[in-house]
Every structure is written in structure tokens, then in C-alpha cells.
């Protein structure tokens, strides 16, 4: 069965415990010295059940079993079978997991009513590790509700909240406690790598500088120096659990500034500490690519071209179909003069006199482009904030508008331009000599609006005019401040 076919379970019930695509068709023929896992579930009988992996963000299908009249069935796999954390499938919203790493032959067994709690391992040291860690872990998160719950009510007094509040923090250590003691334990087990992985760090005492005050920087350097402690880039069993991309994500949303040349960076380390292992590889390069590409964060687009500049264009992106690669790199080229900082390509088209304007001919201190249409819901709503920003504050900032309209017709175009009062250089789309606006600013919809400074480049992109004002002071400040 194919692993691209994802099951439609949550976001795993025990995912707060541990806190695209890429299979192919998999044949789970065991030889002798590969997997034979034998289940039982009581309370199941003559049905069948999936057998599943986590796989970056997702959980995929990888096999079909068939359960008999007992409750039993067995999983079989080649030595080669990749190593993770797997899920035994009863339902959408039953599960149980079981670790796949060095225990080659073991058994499970257990009920349908509590199939954690009364979970029987036999010949697995790993699985059984991993559920008296699971087994812990649920056991204190339930003393850490009940309290949770005293305090929601609002019965307490201050002093009981905050005795509360201490015993809480007080079995989250244990916790943590916990965890490091596996993880010194039993270091060369799956639970100590993923343990490790999901480790952040902790903050030492914050050191006093020369001039008798805190470093007020050093927790986040701190924070993203050490970010990754623990974690091997080049072992792919971690992508096989719920643990590595969630981090992932972390640390490029939240842990590093949303700046395109930061990402861009620390994007490109961690790329290459991935290199040896190929699944890592193959992981990180497309986390990179899906992830720039579908970011709604003004200016990441320059990510993105990065990616597939640095690794589709220069064939490193093996296991991808060359359509896809073309497809990507295609983009890229279509985005790259519209980065943040470049000069757009220039248009020339005929206004409302049928006369020929140059957007490169307008001479202001900024200028906004809008792409619009008359019969666009969006435009109709857009257009009068767009006035009314304009009207209050062309002098001042020194601004001009040059509005291209998609449709072909003369008639409707005028008569929307008079019917919105739009007193700004106005152009016909269709009526270009300078080539397709469509494919030249990637417009595919409108509204759609660039700014440009009075060098014509672009500074500012696909915004609405409600954010206008807040951004067009942030410019000015930076300016000033070169």
C-alpha cells in the first residue's frame, strides 16, 4: 500500500506526551532476519486495522492487516524497514504506537478499552521503555489537569493559586527530570534520540556587561546557538515521529528573526548538516521549498527563489520528477525581478485618450501600481480606501498611483474610472506594447498592488491600503536611519 495515502486521525492523542509525500509503494515481506510483530487486541475480532507512520507533519498509511476472530494479527517487514515510531490503527480516534528500531521479533498485546494501560510487551525492551514513559508521563499530566482545574474554578485564594501553581511547576521538573534520566539511561534507545531531539534549552544566568546591566540579548542567542542540541540531522528515524517537525517549524516561525536573509542562512546550515543522510536531505530541502513557497510573509518569496536556485537548478534535487523541477524553477524565474528591492519590468500601455504612458516615466517619490478590474468584488471594496489614503495623503509622501485595468472593454473601463473618481494615470491592460502584465507581475488575480520608490524599486507588495500607513512610516524610519 502506498504511504502518500494519508489516514485521517487528529493530531494524536498522545502528541502532547512527546513534547508532502515521500513513500513509495512499500512490499512488507519479511525475510529471516526482518520484523515479525505479533498483536493482539482484545474486544477486536474479524475486522482489520492499518498499520501507519508518522512522517514529518503528517501520518501516512503504510500497510493493511487483517485481525481474526481473536483479536490477533501480524506485521511482517524486510530488514531494511525504516525505523520509527509506527501506529496500529483500530479507527479514526483508536490508535496505539509501537517503536520499530532494533527489536526485530516481539509481541503486544492488549484490550480495546485501555489499550495504553494494559499494554503486555514481550521480547521488546525498547516498546517497553517507551511505555512506561508514556505510561509516566500521562499519570503526572493528570495530577497537573486536576490541579489546573482547582485553580479554573476560581474557589482558591491567591495563596492557594499560587501553591498550586508551584506543584504544577514542581511535576513538570519531575518530568523533565524524567526524561534526562532515560535519556542518560538507555542512550543508544529510540526513546533517548527522540527525547534528546525535543530537548530546548535552558537559559543560564543571564551575565552582566561591562557597563554594570544585563545582556538583554544573550537568552536569544543563547536559545538559537543551542536550538539543536541533541539533535542528529543525519538520522531519518526522526522524521518518523511527531517530534522533529513540530521543532522544525518552531524554530523557523518563532525561535529566528522573519527576516528573508535569515532564513535564507540558517535554512542553508541546516540543509547541509542533513546532506549525508538522503531522506534527511530530501526532508529539509523540501520543508525549505513548501514552506517558502506558500509563506503569506511580505518579501519570503526571496526564500524561496534561493531553494530552487541552489537546489533544483544545480540538479541536486534527485528524487523530484523533472516536471515538478521544471515547474518550480519556472516560478522562480517569474519571481525573481519581482523580488523585494528589484526594478519591475516597465510597462507601457494606452491611457484613456488612447495616448501611451510609461510606468517608468512617472516621476514621484513613491508609486503605487494597482492591478484592477471593473467587475472585481474585492476592487470594489479596495479601491475607495484606496482614495480616500491617497487623496489625505499624496502630498505629503509624495505619491502617485498608475492603475492597469484587465478588461478590454473601453466603455466599461471609463465608466468605472468615473464612477470610483479615480484622478490617477489609468492604462488598459490588453492595450500593451510593452508585452503581458499577467506573466510580468504574476497577476493572477486582482486586487494586486506593488510600491516602488522613486528608483522604481519594490518596496512593498500585495498589501491592503488598511496597512498602508503603518508601513509607509516603518519605510521612512528605516531610511532615515541608513
Not at 100 to 116: E, I, Q
Not at 197 to 226: C, Q, W
Not at 241 to 248: A, E, G
Not at 439 to 465: F, G, H, M
Amino acid at each position: 500500500m502506498n504511504i502518500s495515502k494519508i489516514i485521517p486521525l487528529k493530531k494524536i492523542i498522545l502528541l502532547f506526551l512527546f513534547l508532502g509525500t515521500f513513500g513509495t509503494s512499500t512490499q512488507l515481506m519479511a525475510a529471516n532476519d526482518g520484523y515479525l510483530i505479533r498483536f493482539q487486541v482484545k474486544g477486536m475480532k474479524d475486522t482489520i486495522c492499518l498499520i501507519a507512520t508518522y512522517y514529518g507533519n503528517g501520518t501516512y498509511v503504510k500497510d493493511t492487516l487483517k485481525v481474526d476472530a481473536a483479536g490477533r494479527f501480524t506485521f511482517k517487514a524486510n530488514a531494511d524497514f525504516p525505523k520509527g515510531i509506527y501506529l496500529v490503527v483500530i479507527n479514526d480516534k483508536t490508535y496505539f504506537e509501537f517503536i520499530v528500531n532494533n527489536d526485530r521479533k516481539f509481541s503486544m498485546v492488549t484490550d480495546r478499552n485501555d489499550l495504553s494501560g494494559k499494554m503486555v510487551i514481550t521480547d521488546s525492551p525498547e516498546n517497553k521503555l517507551f511505555y512506561d514513559y508514556l505510561k509516566y508521563n500521562k499519570t503526572r499530566f493528570g495530577e497537573i489537569q486536576a490541579l489546573q482545574k482547582l485553580i479554573v474554578r476560581g474557589k482558591t485564594s491567591k495563596d492557594s493559586v499560587k501553591l498550586l501553581n508551584d506543584k504544577s511547576d514542581a511535576i513538570n521538573k519531575d518530568i523533565i527530570r524524567y526524561k534526562l534520566e532515560i535519556a542518560e539511561k538507555y542512550p543508544s534507545s529510540f526513546v533517548a534520540i527522540f527525547i534528546n531531539a525535543m530537548r530546548e534549552p535552558e537559559v543560564p544566568e543571564i551575565p552582566v556587561l561591562p557597563n554594570g546591566r544585563k545582556d538583554s540579548t544573550f537568552g536569544y542567542r543563547y536559545i538559537k546557538a543551542h536550538y539543536w542540541d541533541g539533535t542528529d540531522f543525519t538520522d531519518d528515524r526522526l522524521l518518523r515521529t511527531p517530534v522533529f517537525d513540530n521543532k522544525l517549524k518552531k524554530y523557523f516561525d518563532k525561535i529566528l528573526y522573519q527576516n528573508p536573509d535569515t532564513i535564507i542562512k540558517e535554512t542553508d546550515i541546516l540543509i547541509e548538516k542533513a546532506r549525508p543522510n538522503p531522506e534527511m536531505f530530501k526532508y529539509l530541502v523540501w520543508y525549505a521549498t513548501y514552506h517558502s513557497e506558500n509563506s503569506e510573509i511580505m518579501g519570503f518569496d526571496r526564500i524561496f527563489v534561493h531553494v530552487v536556485d541552489t537546489y533544483y537548478l544545480t540538479h541536486q534535487a534527485t528524487w523530484e520528477k523533472p516536471s515538478v523541477v521544471e515547474n518550480l524553477i519556472k516560478k522562480a524565474n517569474k519571481l525573481r525581478p519581482l523580488l523585494i528591492g528589484q526594478i519591475p519590468p516597465n510597462m507601457i500601455m494606452l491611457d484613456t485618450n488612447n495616448q501611451p504612458q510609461s510606468m517608468y516615466s512617472v516621476k514621484s517619490n513613491f508609486l503605487i501600481l494597482l492591478f484592477w478590474d471593473p467587475d472585481c468584488g474585492n476592487c470594489e471594496q479596495e479601491i475607495p480606501k484606496l482614495k480616500a489614503f491617497y487623496d489625505k495623503e499624496k502630498d505629503s509622501l509624495g505619491l502617485k498611483i498608475f492603475t492597469v485595468c484587465s478588461d478590454s472593454s473601453l466603455v466599461k473601463w471609463k465608466s468605472a474610472i468615473r464612477k470610483r473618481k479615480m484622478d490617477w494615470i489609468n492604462v488598459n491592460g490588453p492595450r500593451t506594447l510593452t508585452g503581458n502584465y499577467h506573466d510580468q507581475y504574476d497577476v493572477n488575480s486582482t486586487p494586486v498592488i506593488y510600491i516602488l520608490n522613486n528608483r522604481k524599486e519594490i518596496i512593498a507588495k500585495r498589501l491592503i491600503t488598511d496597512q498602508f500607513l503603518q508601513f509607509f512610516k516603518n519605510y521612512i524610519k528605516q531610511v532615515l536611519h541608513r
